[in-house]
């Protein structure tokens, strides 16, 4: 699934999406983690950052998908949850989105 996400100009620096889109969530519950994916564009300025919260909890959980900047995880300034995986694809690319407005202001 991450093979179809153009990180451009972002370097992936932390990733273990190991998620297959076609098998139920609970087949893949122990990569339900706090930490899944994270990218940074601009030297770090912005972090755009993946993972499950409550981990490994399939029933109560989601994908959080957040985009920090300048290390304020206290204030985002992007989250979206869910948990599906194509509603997951359609937030980090809209993440990246906004990342790139940002970065040619």
Known sequence: MLTTIDFTPGKITYNEFHFEPQLPLA???WSLKHDILQV???DER???????LP??????GNFIVVIVEN???DHPIYENKTNE???LTTYIEDAI???R???TL
Request: no cysteine; hydrophobic share 55%; charged share 30%.
């Open 27 to 29: 087949e893949q519950i």
């Open 40 to 42: 940074a564009f601009e």
């Open 46 to 52: 912005f972090i755009l950052d993946v993972g499950w």
């Open 55 to 60: 981990e490994f909890d399939v029933e109560r």
């Open 71 to 73: 290390y304020d995880w």
């Open 85 to 87: 995986m194509f509603a």
């Open 97 to 99: 989105t906004l990342i």
């Open 101 to 103: 407005r940002r970065i």
